[in-house]
Nanobody, 127 residues
Framework: QVQLVESGGGLVQAGGSLRLSCAAS????????MGWFRQAPGKEREFVAA????????YYADSVKGRFTISRDNAKNTAYLQMNSLKPEDTYVYYC????????????????????WGQGTQVTVSS
């Protein structure tokens, strides 16, 4: 069983930056694809970014492309989401997720493809 713990959320002004971290334990982190999703109250969880187990492939939602960067450090069992040029519409609870499934670029944005989820961290961007 994999446990995921997010950190790094908070309140930031528009145009600012935050770096979210997702620390994993209880599994072989280097074998999992990792994803970031976000969700607002009463709305569906939406894809933000994903990274393959090796870090060699990354994927982004159009809404964050060029502003957010996903990365991972397999030696530290941690995935990251660097968020720059934040906008008020980036205000969500952000979740990290892990998938043990073989690499398949068709599914990285599908939240059903991920087996393990963190508890979420709130990001609030003020205007």
């Amino acid at each position: 069983q994999v446990q995921l713990v997010e950190s790094g959320g908070g309140l930031v002004q528009a145009g600012g930056s935050l770096r979210l971290s997702c620390a994993a334990s209880g599994g072989t982190f280097s074998s999992y694809a990792m994803g970031w999703f976000r969700q607002a109250p009463g709305k569906e969880r939406e894809f933000v970014a994903a990274i393959s187990w090796s870090g060699g492939s990354t994927y982004y939602a159009d809404s964050v492309k060029g502003r957010f960067t996903i990365s991972r450090d397999n030696a530290k069992n941690t995935a990251y989401l660097q968020m720059n040029s934040l906008k008020p519409e980036d205000t969500y609870v952000y979740y990290c997720a892990a998938s043990p499934r073989p690499h398949d670029s068709r599914y990285y944005s599908d939240y059903g493809w991920y087996d393990y989820w963190g508890q979420g961290t709130q990001v609030t961007v003020s205007s």
